[in-house]
């Protein structure tokens, strides 16, 4: 898997405008979170490399970067809770989900 570390502000309005040509995943992953960790290895188990042409994948580390997890949840009217998977399309969250919620399978029914 491709990921793209999302560590500054300025990334979610490029997020927002990549978006229109194509899917954006943002996963908030922390690293203190054992549920977060097995809800990233069950994503990144089944990725697949055609997967990055179908969507662009980011990263964040929200342990690291909290302020900016929260300035995600406001951007896109979306409840921070962690781990948790963010679909944007059009500059829109259109699915998110956390926790065992997050399924490879929802993601690719949602693009």
């Known amino acids: 898997m491709n990921w793209n570390k999302l560590t500054e502000a300025g990334q979610i309005q490029e997020i927002k405008a ?15 979170c054992s549920i977060s960790s097995m809800s990233l290895d069950r994503l990144t188990r089944k990725w697949t490399d055609i997967d990055n042409e179908k969507l662009t994948p980011y990263f964040l580390d929200l342990i690291a970067r909290r302020d900016l997890s929260d300035l995600v949840a406001r951007e896109f009217g979306v409840p921070h809770e962690s781990p948790q998977v963010l679909l944007i399309k059009n500059g829109e969250a259109i699915y998110d989900n956390s926790h065992f919620g997050i399924s490879y399978a929802d993601l690719m029914g949602k693009i």
Do not use: D, G, M, Q
């Open 18 to 32: 990549l978006s229109a040509e194509k899917p954006v995943l943002i996963f908030k992953h922390s690293t203190r």
